[in-house]
């Protein structure tokens, strides 16, 4: 059967969770749109470059990004370094569904997806929702779908994308 297999997860936010463990040298700041569009935008082509998912160029991203109707950039929960270096990100819809979380390379398996969903996570209890939702493609090579397994996520449906 040809084209992709996605697969669909939800996670309740019932209850409190867990504060997010940011990496040593990192820390969440806020997403100001003229600053850090283009190295969110960078940092999503370097993580999709491998596999998992695809972003369009950021003179069509961009404008499509802010003019969604979910777009808030409140959302958009970015981690730097001391440099200010955007190293991580978890683009999300106001519906509580996590668009994009991808991590530079140099810092997998460190923590940083971990912390920014958890960040997330907070951020949509106090806004009110219920759960938290997302996509990932089944082939994803950067070990996202076991990341998400591990923080409670629970697939509802799979499909294939021509």
């Given amino acids: 059967m040809a084209g992709r297999r996605v697969i669909r997860l ?6 409190p969770g867990p504060e997010p463990v940011w990496p040593a040298g990192i820390r969440p700041i806020p997403f100001e749109p003229e600053r850090h569009a283009g190295q ?14 695809t ?9 499509s ?21 955007v190293l991580g990100v978890a683009q999300c819809w106001t519906s509580a569904f996590v668009k994009d ?3 530079a390379p140099s810092m997998r398996r460190q923590g940083l ?5 958890h960040h997330a996570f907070r951020v949509f209890r106090e806004r009110g929702a219920g759960e938290i939702a997302l996509k990932v493609d089944a082939d994803n ?8 397994r591990s ?9 294939r994308l021509d």
Avoid: K, Q, T
């Fill in 101 to 103: 979380l991808a991590v």
């Fill in 10 to 15: 939800r996670r309740s936010l019932a209850g």
């Fill in 65 to 85: 990004l802010r003019g969604d109707s979910e777009y808030d950039p409140a959302l958009v929960f970015i981690a730097a370094d001391g440099a200010g270096e």
């Fill in 151 to 159: 923080l409670g996520f629970e697939e509802v449906e799979a499909y």
């Fill in 55 to 63: 972003v369009e160029p950021f003179a069509i991203w961009w404008p």
């Fill in 141 to 148: 090579p950067s070990g996202a779908l076991r990341l998400y």
């Fill in 113 to 117: 997806g971990s912390a920014l969903l």
């Fill in 40 to 53: 969110v935008h960078a940092l999503l082509v370097e993580a999709y470059s491998r596999g998992g998912g």
